[in-house]
């Protein structure tokens, strides 16, 4: 059974841009969540999605959003990037929301 | 607010030491979760405790429950290089405005040869 897969791996945005981060979860699998992993404050939560639906939001600005698809692939984004968006995305996966979650490598953003 | 607090921040042993690290809540939980993760990669589950003063091991680790489900500790034996990496404990939030688990700050470990 393939992982969690996130796409691009890597990313170096410029201030005011963009980005959309993507998250294939484990076959089977209809909740994924998003945290953000920076060195001063670790992990933090950004949302939960099950089967389409945005179930928890963390305390991240508008500027972060995200969504789910039919087949349980989710994207996130982040507008008008600033430089302390900088930091690994990381995605996770579980079958249902209270089953053990399973993570994909990240996606690490640069934001210069 | 942190949920959850990690001890050490960092540890740094040879190879052939023991090593033990903490994750300590204020309140109950009714279950605990630790990964680790490699630099570069996302965290990886180890164990789920459940059971107050429940007590699992997986090879060289030996992961601890409280009897009070407030605290867990995970000790490693002769560790080796290949234990180096972030250890992180984590909860299911007891509320939905936490998401799915709340995460410790993490205990950084680094096993030199």
């Known amino acids: 059974k393939a992982g969690v897969t996130q796409t691009p791996r890597y990313l170096i945005k410029t201030r005011g841009q963009q980005v959309t981060l993507s998250c294939s979860p484990i076959s089977g699998h209809r909740s994924v969540s998003w945290y953000q992993q920076t060195p001063g404050q670790g992990l933090q939560f950004l949302f939960e999605?099950?089967?389409?639906?945005?179930?928890n939001k963390g305390n991240f600005p508008g500027r972060f959003s995200g969504r789910q698809f039919s087949n349980s692939r989710s994207e996130m984004n982040v507008s008008t990037l600033e430089l302390g968006d900088s930091a690994l995305y990381l995605c996770?996966?579980?079958?249902?929301?209270?089953?053990?979650?399973?993570f994909g490598q990240g996606t690490r953003l640069t934001v210069v | 607010t942190q949920l959850l607090e990690q001890s050490p921040q960092f540890l740094s042993i040879q190879e052939g030491e023991n090593l033990t690290v903490y994750c300590n809540s204020s309140?109950?939980?009714?279950?605990l979760q630790w990964y680790r993760q490699e630099p570069g990669e996302g965290p990886v589950l180890l164990v789920t405790v459940v059971t107050g003063g429940e007590v699992k091991k997986l090879k060289r680790l030996t992961f601890q429950f409280g009897d009070a489900r407030k605290d867990s500790s995970l000790h490693i034996t002769a560790a080796q290089p290949g234990d180096t990496g972030l250890y992180l404990c984590a909860l299911e939030a007891p509320t939905d405005s936490w998401g799915k688990f709340q995460f410790g700050a993490g205990t950084q470990v680094v096993v030199t040869p």
């Open positions: 996770a996966s579980s079958e249902d929301v209270n089953t053990e979650a399973f």
């Open positions: 309140s109950v939980f009714s279950s």
């Open positions: 999605y099950f089967s389409e639906t945005q179930r």
